[in-house]
């Protein structure tokens, strides 16, 4: 293989780019996990993820990755043949549905086009239709990372709540914590899952659940088995977090620079950076697409995310040869297509620890290799993204 030379542009929807002061942070021989230098660490870090998270109820972290905190999220607070509502959104909320059934969960999908948002008037009628309370729980993804869509987390809070409907609201912001607002406490969410490898800058390996006091409440009784995954167990005491087994201190050292990182920029101004360089992305796309190129994949301007874009292909062209070149020939790593978008759809990622010139060259790597493979689009993407940036 040929060697690729120069600076990898690493624009995957996650994991995302690990900052140097992070990755030094991290680079340090064992301590002693019951020591306090360490627990001093563990408690610093308790505080930052409230913040990210927005909430002032119970937070706790697993060695797993976001997966494994959906597993916890489920079975803390369900039963056996408890129905959940999953609003389809995309590969993630199917993910999810699946996870449910092996569980022995009754999943009760609102079909949808990948394309466009979950609309809450449709959770708002599922819920009202279920007069026997059956629904438990309705398992929701923020920020579908397969389509770059935002779900409105406010307008489903407000759905439930004009349905009058007491199911638990589970979310998965892997893709959103700490790079999309996400506010846990103000949109009444009772579990939510997130990981350190997108937002957070970090190596793959901690996930992380928001717990509301009312969850809490349903953990006492939900009879679905686990044990390293006990909400009641793995809850705080006193400030400090409780692993079953080993902390993952290495980890918690990273993730403690992470939230100091954040910190420092302010979270606001994190998620500003976000919509600007997604804002940037999205014009050049619009350009490509003038010129029968790649489009915008989510129908809703409203609800475009600002932490990945995916791009739909134009028909006859094939998304993993384009992303196979711009990994061959310009060092640049994309996201693919995922479930049944293989092949139809690419995806860049602009969240993490990313810039101005990371995103132009990113784009700049699509522009080139489009026009190499012959594939149709306007020209004059990345000048639109710069002239965006430029007056943003
Ligand atoms: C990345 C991602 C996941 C998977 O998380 P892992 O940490 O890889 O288990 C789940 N949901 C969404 C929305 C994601 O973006």
Known sequence: ??????????????PTNIPYQILRAMDR????????EFLQVQRDCLVGLKKVFKTEKTVIAVAASGHASWEAAMTNTLSPGDTVLVPESGYFSQKWSAMCEAFNLKVQAIPSEWSDPID???????????????????AIVHNETSTGTCTDLAGIRGAMDAAGHDALLLVDTISSLGSMDFRFDE???????????????????????????KAMEA????????????FHELAPENGQMKFPGTAPFHMFFG???ALGLIEQEGLEEVFKR?????SATRAAVEVWGSGNGPTL???????????ITSLAMPDGFDANELREACADNSNTVLGGGLGKLDGRVFRIGHLGDMNEPMMIGALSAVEINMARLGIPHGKGGVSAAIDYLASA
């Not at 009444?188 to 509301?212: C, H, R, T």
């Open 274 to 278: 976000h919509e600007k360089l997604a």
């Open 255 to 257: 993730l403690h620079e």
């Open 29 to 36: 021989p064992s301590v002693d996990f019951m020591g306090e």
């Open 219 to 230: 953990a006492k009784t939900a009879k679905l088995p686990r044990k390293y995954f006990d």
């Open 187 to 213: 949109w009444g969410i009772d579990v939510a899952v997130g990981g350190s490898q997108k937002g957070l800058m970090l190596p793959v390996g901690l996930g992380f659940n928001a717990i509301s006091d």
């Open 297 to 307: 994949f989510c129908s809703d301007a409203a609800r475009r995310s600002n932490s």
């Open 120 to 138: 809450p008037a449709k959770v708002e009628a599922a819920l009202k239709a279920d007069v026997n309370g059956e629904i438990k729980a309705v």
């Open 1 to 14: 293989m040929a060697r690729n030379t120069g600076r990898t542009f690493f624009n995957a929807p996650g």
